[in-house]
């Protein structure tokens, strides 16, 4: 595939760590324009008392409003199990549409069971406004922008191409960090081996945008930018002098040793709602479930 006509343009982007879940979130602009798209928004989750606050959320829509942006997409790289997406805040005070892969239908059908939740959570055209296809093409202004289908990490994954930025979602971190997870339900070391060979195939010189950044031992200061050509060659667990058996060997005894994400279960019943909460009771309050024993619980021994 002839990529020129989106490493010809150069969008702005502007990263927003939250420190409380390591998760990076961008807005991505077209300078000529001053259109622009939301991808991987956090709501600030208190989750000893089960407060949400947009803290995290109101700083990048101040950029926005103060740059004088409008936004078109608010874009989901997958559902996250590590923090709690404010998109339908985003959404509400500055526009757009929100969106995600098309395969958020599997996740789904997996987790609506899990929460007893029923039918709610099987109807994904409620939550979003767009679901993207494996090659679907969009625009951001005048930048020309693709959506590309790598599932690994959950069954829905996508990664977006925005002129020469790369939004990697979970796939990859930084080169010194390596690669997420496989083992969530619908989750495949061997897929997501082959997802990352589609980022590979993206022109070396491509910016490359993490999702997460943890600081691993040796580096001082944390980062979520690299290019496709550096994680082609330095990444830790997946350069390309690792074959598929490698990685899938490393990356499933990896797994095997992890916990579960702390925010998982809230993230999770949110998330396939598209970031909104569930409906209040009689009494105004909103209630999250806690399944015992389920899919979340590492099983010890």
Not at 60 to 65: D, E, N, P, S, T
Not at 138 to 164: E, K, N, Q, S, W
Not at 201 to 229: N, S
Not at 263 to 281: F, H, M, T
Request: proline share 5%.
């Amino acid at each position: 595939m002839d990529y020129t006509k989106y490493t010809n343009h150069k969008p702005d982007v502007q990263g927003f760590f939250d420190t409380d879940t390591n998760t990076i979130t961008y807005v991505v602009s077209d300078p000529k324009t001053k259109k622009a798209a939301v991808i991987d928004s956090v709501m600030d989750f208190d989750h000893h008392g089960a407060g949400v606050s947009f803290e995290s959320a109101d700083a990048l829509i101040a950029y926005v409003q103060e740059h004088e942006l409008t936004v078109d997409w608010v874009l989901e790289s997958h559902v996250h199990a590590d923090h709690l997406s404010a998109a339908p805040y985003i959404k509400e005070k500055l526009g757009g549409k929100m969106a995600i892969g098309e395969h958020i239908k599997s996740i789904q059908n997996v987790f609506g069971k899990v929460f007893n939740h029923g039918t709610e959570y099987e109807r994904e055209d409620v939550h979003f406004d767009a679901l993207f296809k494996d090659q679907d093409t969009f625009t951001i202004g005048d930048i020309p922008a693709l959506a590309i289908h790598t599932p690994g990490h959950t069954p829905a994954d996508m990664v977006y191409v925005i002129g020469d930025a790369v939004f990697a979602g979970d796939t990859l971190f930084m080169p010194d960090f390596g690669t997420a997870r496989s083992d969530f339900p619908g989750g495949n070391a061997e897929e997501m081996y082959e997802s990352i060979q589609k980022i590979f195939a993206l022109p070396d010189e491509m910016r490359l945008f993490m999702c997460h950044d943890y600081l691993p031992e040796g580096r001082d200061e944390f980062a979520w930018e690299t290019t496709v050509g550096q994680q082609r060659t330095e990444n830790v667990h997946v350069n390309e002098q690792v074959d598929k058996n490698s990685f899938v060997q490393k990356r499933e005894e990896k797994d095997a040793a992890l916990g579960m994400p702390r925010l998982i279960i809230p993230s999770i019943q949110v998330n396939i709602r598209g970031g909104k909460l569930p409906e209040p009771d009689e009494h105004g309050n909103v209630h999250l479930k806690t399944p015992v024993n389920s899919v979340f619980a590492k099983k010890k021994g």
